[in-house]
């Protein structure tokens, strides 16, 4: 009997412990598997709100009607090949253009009574930048008022003479004297008044100068930026000192060293492409204008100058330059574009194709060689498709406030 009741018991623990294991199993499968479907819900949810964004991206496109993309200087071409040139990256150093720079000194000598300019400013072509007061100016002065006393004066005797030959009280030769005279005045006068132009003086100027007292301009005579400044109130200024230099910066030169090995390959008039630190992204364009005749003796290189246009005047004399002069296409064609209408979005290379002319979607695209303003397109656009070859910037800007306006 007390056998049979600790079997009993046995089988009792046994299912009690069974039943337990079961519940606690159960409850933690169960748990497990909520969080993994909580986990995937999750997961599922991310990816489709990914998936929304790339497919939001590759909608993005602007639309633009032919009369707004003249009016912004949107131009569509077709992608083509073509061959493109090898280059020879050499370096070089911003120079001012020579024959754009003047020193401006006074054509007479004087004490400086003012200036009109400092270091940095514009200035045009004739600008007034300084006045003197001189004495070699005020004896021009007098003796231009002499002569046109004198004028005036051979003149009235030139009429009074022609009334008394026709009343024949004079004799005929006075009236050649008398015309020989006015002639004579009137040369005088002209001479003094070439003289004053000469000095710096307008034809206003002369106009006003009876009984004013007239300081000797001195001019500009190109438009450009005040590089150096002389020029100090008080002081005496004589032609032999230049009181101001100007220069003309819409041009500069860039000084380049090419390698004695290179130079069959170089001409002049070859393209050129600039760049320099302060603008990594900005291309400057030019041309070979000068080749030197001297091989270096130390480093095996040949001067050259290439002549580049500066818009704002981004270059400033002294800066080291990365110069790339483009060689005659040899090569294979490829497929390329024009530089300018490659445009940069998130980190990618992107250029504007259109199959209508009206809506532009920027598609990634993978770059190779860049030559002579135009670059190789290794990837993301096929021969015969249609883009902005012009206006790809406007195209972005577009694209950017169309996002703005979205957000």
Same mark, same amino acid.
């Given at each position: ?108 000598? #004087? ?113 450009? +930026? ?29 000084? +380049? ?18 760049? +320099? ?8 364009? #030019? ?96 021969? #015969? ?16 406030? #169309? ?5």
């Amino acid at each position: 009997m007390k056998k049979k009741g600790i079997i009993i018991g046995v089988i009792l623990a046994l299912v009690l412990g069974g039943a337990f294991v079961y519940r606690f199993t159960h409850l933690t499968t169960g748990k497990g598997e909520e969080q993994a479907k909580k986990k995937e819900a999750g997961e599922l949810k991310e990816e489709g709100k990914k998936a929304k964004e790339e497919e939001h991206k590759e909608a993005a496109s602007v639309k633009m009607d032919p009369e707004t993309q003249k009016k912004s200087g949107v131009v569509v071409a077709m992608a083509r090949k073509k061959s493109l040139g090898g280059v020879i990256t050499v370096t070089g150093k911003v120079e001012v253009n020579a024959d754009r720079i003047a020193h401006v000194s006074p054509r007479i000598s #004087g004490k400086i009574i003012s200036v009109g300019a400092s270091l940095g400013d514009g200035v045009g072509a004739g600008q007034v930048l300084a006045r003197l007061d001189s004495v070699e100016l005020g004896e021009a002065l007098n003796r231009y008022h002499q002569s046109k006393t004198r004028l005036a004066l051979a003149e009235k005797n030139m009429e009074r003479v022609k009334v008394l030959v026709e009343k024949k009280i004079a004799a005929r030769k006075e009236i050649l004297q008398a015309e020989t005279d006015y002639q004579m005045a009137r040369a005088e006068l002209h001479t003094d008044e070439e003289r004053l132009l000469l000095y710096g003086l307008s034809k206003s100027d002369l106009a006003a100068t009876d009984g004013k007292r007239i300081l000797v301009p001195v001019r500009s005579p190109i438009g450009g +930026v005040v590089t150096e400044k002389q020029a100090v109130v008080g002081e005496l200024a004589d032609p032999s000192k230049s009181l101001y230099t100007v220069a003309d910066l819409s041009t500069v030169w860039v000084m +380049v060293d090419i390698n004695e090995k290179d130079l069959t390959k170089v001409r002049k008039g070859q393209a050129a492409t600039v760049t +320099v630190g302060a603008f990594p992204d900005t291309k400057f364009r #030019g041309r070979i204008a000068l080749i030197a005749d001297i091989v270096n003796e130390a480093t095996r290189t040949v001067k050259a100058r290439v002549e580049v246009q500066n818009p704002g005047r981004k270059l400033k004399p002294e800066m080291f330059t990365t110069v790339e002069l483009t060689l005659p296409a040899t090569g294979a064609a490829v497929l390329a574009v024009p530089e300018d209408a490659i445009q940069e979005l998130e980190g990618k290379k992107v250029l504007f194709v259109t199959e209508d002319s009206k809506e532009f979607i920027p598609r990634a695209v993978q770059l190779g060689l860049a030559s002579g303003g135009m670059v190789e397109i290794s990837g993301g656009l096929v021969e #015969g498709q249609h883009y902005a070859v012009k206006g790809s910037f406007i195209l972005k800007s577009e694209l950017k406030k #169309g996002e703005l306006g979205e957000e």
